[in-house]
């Protein structure tokens, strides 16, 4: 009995569920904003009203003026049908005015849901009718809100153009990723990464060097449907009438500096070790690159292609660092290497001639001995030749070499004569004896 109740009880609120979704009812009076409507003669004063959907309370619009709503369920139609009031062209007209009236952009303002009926019956009434805004004296206000309804129009113009975006652009790297619309219609769509403000897209974030897809749509798609009566007014109920998708490429533009050491003499590779500075255009720094960390590989890493500066930060004390700047241009999706060449210091060791040192005389126990007159030749170089008088070899004295007595060849020369002659003599004197 339970199961009974129970699938009854779904099935009534099914049943209400359904109804509900097909009816509408008519809502409050819209605060000082009327019009008359002159029917071939016969002209009606009214308030704007609100026309609500049953289920779901949104505003709706009538599309079939002089006719009252009717209470009972209508019948929805996605297409063109010939129970309808008005044609196509028309609904057509109707879905685009419906759009960017009431609701679109800053359209919330409640005077925007009046002007968009006032627009919608100046479409599908007779052309033998006139439609127009009075005060709540019935005086007509001919020019009243001509300026949301030119706005409104030109909406409706531009329609049918897309967002003014590319489906290409290149970004350098470390610049910010900006796309703008001229048509300011690109606040209508959602993106895949990033975000819209106004008429311009923007992505703060640092991309790596690359291609990337970005996705423009439009989202929360609702399909517009027709509502028919065959003794009741006509209503629409407004919906995105076709989802447009922009899909564009970015592509990050960026390389690389690879810094290749060498001797500055011999123009050969090498590896030194240093550390260099790259330089922006404006003179700042962007990177360092440490060679003593990676002496297969001096490389940078991503750069915005571009022109740089490149100068010697740090040497090895074996090299001398000079004031050199070298000029190099980054390109896109590539590597360019640099050679920086540096001067290697040649430390010669320098000996210096020491001053020799003067022994003083000694002095004996009795006498005093005077100090020989303070010259250096004479010091130096001065040898007595000793004879040698019991020996029958040849026996060359030579003198002591000591750090204090500089032997000119000369002196050597004439020490050895002598001794020559010291022997032959003796020799004779041996002979005649």
């Not at 009431?102 to 100046?122: C, F, R, V």
């Not at 993106?191 to 423009?216: A, C, Q, R, T, W």
């Not at 750069?303 to 050199?324: A, C, M, Q, S, T």
Request: glycine share 4%; proline share 4%; with cysteine.
């Amino acid at each position: 009995m339970k199961k009974i109740i129970f699938t009854l009880c779904c099935f009534v609120f099914f049943i209400s569920s359904y109804h509900a979704e097909n009816k509408f009812y008519l809502g409050e009076k819209i605060t000082n904003m009327f019009y008359i409507m002159n029917k071939n003669g016969t002209k009606v004063f009214a308030n704007f009203k609100k026309i609500h959907k049953t289920d779901t309370n949104e505003l709706v619009y009538c599309v079939e003026p002089g006719v009252k709503l009717s209470s009972d369920d209508y019948e929805p139609f996605e297409m063109y049908n010939e129970k309808f009031y008005i044609d196509q062209d028309k609904m057509d007209r109707v879905k685009l005015v419906a759009k960017y009236g009431y609701l679109y952009g800053n359209h919330t303002d409640i005077k925007w849901y009046a002007i968009t009926q006032y627009l919608i019956w100046k479409i599908v009434m007779p052309t033998t009718w006139d439609l127009y805004f009075v005060d709540s004296n019935k005086n007509p206000l001919y020019n009243a809100y001509q300026e949301e309804i030119n706005e409104i129009n030109n909406l409706i113009n531009n329609h049918h153009n897309k967002p003014d975006i590319k489906t290409y652009y290149e970004f350098n790297y470390k610049d910010p990723i900006v796309i703008e619309d001229k048509y300011n219609l690109i606040v209508n769509y959602n993106v895949s990464s990033g975000f819209i403000n106004s008429n311009k897209y923007y992505n703060n974030e640092i991309l790596n060097p690359g291609n990337y897809s970005l996705d423009f749509t439009i989202s929360g798609y609702q399909l517009p449907l027709f509502y028919n009566h065959p003794t009741g007014q006509d209503i629409y109920v407004k919906g995105e009438i076709y989802e447009k998708n922009i899909n564009t490429l970015i592509h990050v533009t960026a390389g690389k500096i690879s810094i290749s050491e060498c001797d500055e003499k011999t123009y050969r590779k090498d590896i030194i070790g240093g550390v260099y500075e790259i330089l922006n255009q404006d003179d700042e720094v962007e990177e360092t690159i440490d060679c003593k960390e990676n002496n297969e590989y001096c490389l940078s890493n991503y750069l915005p292609v571009g022109f740089y500066k490149i100068r010697v930060k740090e040497l090895p004390e074996e090299y001398e660092i000079n004031d050199h700047i070298y000029d190099v241009w980054v390109k896109d999706e590539e590597t360019t290497e640099i050679d920086v060449c540096s001067l290697k210091i040649n430390k010669s060791r320098q000996i210096e001639k020491e001053e020799p040192e003067i022994e003083p005389l000694i002095e004996s126990d009795n006498e005093e001995v005077e100090n020989e007159p303070d010259n250096d030749i004479e010091e130096e170089y001065s040898y007595k030749v000793p004879i040698i008088e019991n020996s029958d070899e040849l026996v060359i004295p030579i003198p002591s070499t000591s750090k204090n007595s500089y032997i000119r060849p000369a002196i050597i020369f004439i020490i050895i004569l002598s001794t020559l002659l010291n022997y032959v003599i003796r020799h004779k004197k041996k002979s005649h004896a």
